[in-house]
C-alpha cells in the first residue's frame, strides 16, 4: 500500500501560479506510475499529467504548455507545477499512483489504485 498526502493548493486570480505536492510513504518501491487527476462541480473526473518511474510525461491537452509534472525520488514527492491558470482549472485535485504498467497516461490516472485525499485548487477571473 502507498499513502499519498497532498498539498499546495489554494486560491489565485486567473494567470497565477501555484505548486502542488504529493508526498508518497509506504510500499513506493512498487510505484510504476504517479500522476494528478483533477474532479470540477458538477464534472467528471478529468486526468491531467502523469510520470512513469522512467521520467517520461505526458499531458492532457487543455494543461499542455501551462502545467509541469515532476518528482524528486530522494523525497518520495510529486510535483504539479501550474502556471498561466484558467477559471477553468479549478477543481480538486488529487494526487494518484499505482504499480500497474499498463499505462502511465493522464487519462489513466484516475485508475491507479492508490489516491491522495485531494487538494481544492480555485480560480478566480
Known amino acids: 500500500q502507498v499513502q499519498l498526502v497532498e498539498s499546495g493548493g489554494g486560491s489565485v486570480q486567473s494567470g497565477g501560479s501555484l505548486r502542488l505536492s504529493c508526498a508518497a510513504s509506504?510500499?513506493?518501491?512498487?510505484?510504476?506510475?504517479m500522476g494528478w487527476f483533477r474532479r470540477a462541480l458538477w464534472k467528471e473526473r478529468e486526468g491531467v499529467a502523469a510520470?512513469?518511474?522512467?521520467?517520461?510525461?505526458s499531458y492532457a491537452d487543455s494543461v499542455k504548455g501551462r502545467f509541469t509534472i515532476s518528482q524528486d525520488n530522494a523525497k518520495n514527492t510529486l510535483y504539479l507545477e501550474m502556471n498561466s491558470l484558467k477559471p477553468e482549472d479549478t477543481a480538486t485535485y488529487y494526487c494518484?499512483?499505482?504499480?500497474?504498467?499498463?499505462?502511465?497516461?493522464?487519462?489513466?490516472?484516475?485508475?491507479?489504485?492508490?489516491w491522495g485525499r485531494g487538494t481544492q485548487v480555485t480560480v478566480s477571473s
Open positions: 494518484a499512483a499505482g504499480s500497474d504498467k499498463l499505462s502511465c497516461a493522464p487519462y489513466y490516472t484516475p485508475l491507479l489504485e492508490n
Open positions: 509506504g510500499d513506493t518501491y512498487s510505484i510504476y506510475c
Open positions: 510520470i512513469a518511474s522512467d521520467g517520461s510525461t
